[in-house]
Every structure is written in structure tokens, then in C-alpha cells.
């Protein structure tokens, strides 16, 4: 796909997640990376139901701005998460409402903010991390996304909202929204006691998708250790 189509399709898709208020204002950011190894970024301030394909950013290999508008401050967060996760194309950080509110309740498990709550929410976000709060931009960001190891592809940021990778634009994206869906189903059944995915079902999923879950390599880990 050309640079020029790439372009468009990040201003399709923020207008989408704009428009369907799944982040306000000037918040949240896309990041595309390309095969050159720079990036396309959305500007910082700007409003993602708003785009202008011309003005978004393209950093080189080495982040520096080779045109457009200046990037978002959260560079830090998208450098982090593809240094450390290979197979990430594209990257968006929304400030969604539901995904916001999970990150403040006290009983979330940094190793997996969300339970087996439905098979798509594992099919595209996978388990997700939740890293503590650091004010937008803050490059520490960045070493609390390293330690994660690359081994998720949906991180909270505590009192902030998520990021996620994908392999393309709209995996990313999709992976998202499903995080927010699930968020919201769980905002909604909190202290129901609700079903939850069963392990055998969350196994038989795996398998049959070829899922790659941080909690079962913890497991396989203590298995053998």
C-alpha cells in the first residue's frame, strides 16, 4: 500500500473512532510504521476526526521529523512498544471512556486488567497489561513499556487509556475497540459474580487459534521451575 493511501486510511480510521466518541477532543494518536522503518504519526493537538492526510508526521528510522506537522509527545510510548514487540505495524492510544475507568478500580491484576470474558476480546486484544500512571509524554513510559518484554500487545495506561498494537492498521484498531467493549462489559457486571470463559474453553480457543497468552507461558514457566 502507498505512503498516500496509508495516509488516508489513518484519517479513516481516527474519524471513525472519533466520531463514535471512543476518544474526545485532541486525544489519543495513531502510529503506522513503515517498510523503511520510519513512521507516519498523527500530529500532537490534533483531533482525530479531523485529519489532514498532508500534515500527519513522518519520522525516519531514528524518530527524527522528516515532514508534516510536530508529532504527539507520546513518541516514547510507540517507540517502546515496537522496539519490543517485532511484529507490530501500527499502533493507537485512545482515551476511551470504559477502558479509562477500569485502570482506577482497585482489584485490577497488572498481569491481565481484564478476566476471559468473551473469545474475541482474547482472539484480537489478547491479555492485557496495565502499567502505573506517568503524566502524557513522560519518557519513563517508556522503560515500564520495555518491561513488559514484548509479550502484550494491549497495555493501560493507569488513568490514562490504552494502546495497542497490531499488524496492521486495522488489527490495531479492531483490538481496540474490543478492549473497550470489554472494559464496558465489565464496568456492567462488576460484583454480579458473571461467567466467566472457563480454562478449557480459553484452552480450546488458544488451540484452535494459535492464541499466545502471557498467563500461560507464567504458567509453563512455574510448571517447569
Known sequence: MSETRLREEICRYGRSLFER?????????????LDDGGWLVTPTNASLGFLDPARIARLDAGGRLVSGDKPTKEIPLH????????SAKAIVHLHST?????????????RAALPPMTPYYLMRAGETALVPYYRPGDPAVADAIRGLAGKYSSVLLANHGPVVAGDSLEAAVFATEELEETAKLYLLLRNLNPRYLS???????????????????????????
Not at 466518541?21 to 510504521?33: A, D, E, K, M, V
Not at 517507540?79 to 517485532?86: F, I
Not at 470504559?98 to 497488572?110: C, G, K, N, R, S
Open 98 to 110: 470504559h477502558a479509562v475507568a477500569l485502570t482506577m478500580l482497585p482489584e485490577i491484576d497488572p
Open 21 to 33: 466518541g471512543l476518544t474526545p477532543g485532541s486525544s489519543g494518536n495513531i502510529s503506522l510504521r
Open 79 to 86: 517507540s517502546a512498544l515496537y522496539e519490543t514487540r517485532g
Open 199 to 225: 480454562p478449557e474453553q480459553v484452552a480450546d480457543l488458544v488451540k484452535t487459534f494459535g492464541l499466545e497468552l502471557p498467563s500461560l507461558a507464567r504458567h509453563e514457566g512455574h510448571d517447569h521451575g
